[in-house]
């Protein structure tokens, strides 16, 4: 069960992350290490590649819960952070939301996860501290 010392580490980590949420490239880079780190199993970074092209530069990340997944993409040097209904892995809606809104909903949504599964537990606490 998270604890207050959890709430109080998850808005500091998210305090953080809306620091740097001007330098996109870092601020992707920082997210999609820490969520592949914690949860692997979850999560889908796509990176831009190319034949010719050094680029490796993150272009979203895609985070899958039972039936919301929420995605930041990175478009035009702009970020769009989006929220998905997703029944049986088909996408019923897809709703645009604010960086802040985004970051205070994935992070709920891992504490609510972490309420009811000791695994997701283990993991946020690898996220928080990695």
Known sequence: MADQNDGMSFEILAASIRDIR???????????NKFEQALPERVHVTRHSGLFTRDNSITSITLEFDNVHYMLKH???RLEPLRQKVVHDVV???????FDDWIAEVLQQLIQESDHNENIRNMLDRFLTS
Do not use: F, R, W, Y
């Open 92 to 98: 019923l809606k897809t709703e645009t939301l604010s």
């Open 75 to 77: 478009k035009a040097g």
């Open 22 to 32: 001007h330098d996109i490239p870092l601020l992707l880079s920082v997210l999609a």
